[in-house]
């Protein structure tokens, strides 16, 4: 098969020919139409993210979407050609998905919406699994929740407002000006973060007593906001939590703070079937249009692939990146 491998840090890609790998105990061989490209791909290409970063050489990419060719041992909940996605690799010891095979634990994949191309699906695990962990699981978002989200138009942001709407929460995210317009279509109030203060927007909306939940995606000041956003006993998840911060804002108002890090099902083994059971619930969300994914309409592939690594972390992208496998 075809694959991608980076041999150091900072390097383009090697295209390389390899021999196909044999699916292993519960594990399933894909066939992989489309590669998710995402921020932390580019950075583990780049050396910066040592929590992740694989042994070199190594085939890079998260996320995938594709068709199973074969079936390892004790594998019962899926079939050969089954249309599947997941958040498969890339990280430590994992294959990534920048090839056209690859070997997976079945427990990291889910049946792909139906309505969805191969493309769409590829540019959704991540994102929707990082989105699903910090509001559902973390802050357990309810009906009627104030959610202040962090770059409403950005990957996993897109995901929050829309599972945030979906469950009833009153919905605002801050956003460019130039992105207002994608997060009004997912029905969230934008907040202009350019041009608005912190206490402007707490004021204005919610009598200055602070949101009810804030899902921050970007850290650094973003973060440092949310600790002055947060209502008393208010609930801040953040996926982006890699600073020094001083607690003392938010700890004078009894706030929780959840850190998200959606590697570590794939990096560690544990609770990876969480992240198959999760997909599985937004298959159907996707199937009935209460979710939509956000997909930039640039043409990437192996040959350019280093292209949409760059093109995740320049701020030329709107939308999801993704590499076309086939």
Known sequence: MRALFINTYESEFVNTQIEKPTPKKGEILVKIHASGVNPIDNKIRIGVSPYASPVLPAILGTDLAGVIEAIGEDVTQFKVGDEVYGLAGGVLGLQGTLAEYTAVDADLLAIKPKNLTMKEAAGIPLVLLTAWEGLIDRAKVKKGDKVLVHAGAG???????????????????????QKEDIVKSYGATPIDYKTTQVEEYVNQYTDGKGFDIIYDTVGG??????????????QISSCAAFGTHTLATSSLRSASIHGVFVLHPAISGEGRKHHSDILTEATKLFEVGKLNPLIDTRKFTLDNAIEAHKAVSDGSSTGRIVVDII
């Open 155 to 177: 990957g996993v942001g897109h995901m929050v407002v829309q599972l945030a709407k979906n469950l009833g929460a009153e919905v605002y995210a801050t956003v460019s000006k």
């Open 221 to 234: 000041q973003s973060l440092d906001d949310s600790l002055k956003a947060i209502r008393h006993y208010g």
